[in-house]
């Protein structure tokens, strides 16, 4: 008898355990989202759609700043994150082992979850430097962004389109905020920044210093997309920094989501499901732009995570 009831409770115990360890496997514990500088737009942003998607999914995530788009592609590589904010042409270049990857290797292990909001380019100068093209940085001390960063890729491109190259400046690598401090200081003359508008380390510099953009006439906006069709012109709002009263013309690209092949389709399309149906209650500017008819756009060689496609498909964004 006792020997019935042991074999009883062995197998009520195996079936308990198949029963709670079978969704513990598929379920992920947590969220390690790869963003930016902690001055910068990725940051800001992640920061509060982590919050909101902790809140409606109950998965838990920790927000990390990084060296931005290549770093955190490199970072979901090595399995440090799960998901990233990137620019939707590097992840482009990474997949197809291009430009800044070149001379690495293709990186696969990523997949979309959709491009979220515009990010653009900031070439920023002292109003009163006598710099008023682009044209005027040859022989100008000019930040470029961080060393094998997005915005180094995209001021490469957008210099190069005016038959600039980075051995006609003095290049300096500088993230957003120490750029901000060295425009402000007269350490450099000019720098170039990629993200969505507005973006905190320059709202702070536009405060305390009387700062101008550079314009990308639509010549070279056209000149730019032809080569690298990730480019499309795009106007700063007024007032989007103070003293920014005219319409100033710059390019710009997207700013995406991907997360780790290996997600589950499950824990993807909570993620994803979640992003869209509370998509109002981010809290910071750019969540306005979040869409899912625009987020299937603008991703051109690398696929979508099976889990968002799910979605999409379920409400008609793609078939």
Do not use: C
Not at 104 to 112: C, K, L, S
Not at 224 to 231: A, E, H, V
Request: hydrophobic fraction near 40%.
């Amino acid at each position: 008898m006792k020997k019935i009831i042991l074999m009883g409770l062995t197998l009520f115990l195996v079936l308990a355990m198949g029963t709670f360890a079978s969704p513990s496997s598929e379920r992920t514990e947590r969220i390690r989202l790869a963003t930016g500088g902690t001055t910068g737009t990725y940051y800001a942003f992640g920061t509060a759609m982590a919050s909101t998607l902790q809140e409606r999914t109950g998965i838990p995530f920790t927000v990390q700043s990084t060296g931005a788009s290549v770093a955190n592609i490199q970072l979901i590589d090595s399995g440090e994150v799960e998901m990233a904010i990137v620019q939707n042409d590097t992840i482009d270049y990474a997949w197809r082992g291009s430009d800044q990857f070149a001379n690495d290797r293709r990186y696969q292990t990523f997949a979309a979850i959709g491009t979220i909001y515009s990010e653009v380019s900031h070439i920023v100068v002292n109003a009163n430097s006598g710099i008023n093209t682009i044209n005027d940085l040859r022989g100008k001390r000019v930040s470029v962004g961080d060393a094998g960063s997005g915005t180094e890729l995209n001021t490469r491109h957008i210099l190069e389109a005016y038959g600039i190259s980075f051995s006609d400046i003095t290049v300096q690598n500088l993230g957003v905020g120490p750029s901000a401090d060295a425009l402000r200081n007269n350490q450099i003359d000019a720098f170039f920044f990629t993200a969505g508008p507005p973006t905190s380390a320059i709202v702070d510099l536009a405060t305390s210093n009387n700062i101008t953009f550079l314009a990308v006439d639509d010549a070279h906006v056209a000149a730019l997309s032809q080569r690298y069709p990730f480019y499309t012109a795009f106007s700063f709002p007024l007032n989007t920094y103070r003293g920014l009263t005219t319409s100033v013309q710059t390019v710009g690209i997207k700013a995406t989501l991907i997360v780790k092949s290996d997600l589950s389709e499950n824990t993807v399309y909570t993620l994803t499901k979640a992003l869209f149906e509370n998509r109002t209650q981010i809290a910071h500017a750019k969540s306005a732009e979040i869409s899912p008819a625009t987020a299937v756009q603008g991703i051109i060689s690398v696929p979508f995570h099976a889990g968002a496609a799910r979605y999409y498909r379920e409400i008609g964004a793609m078939r």
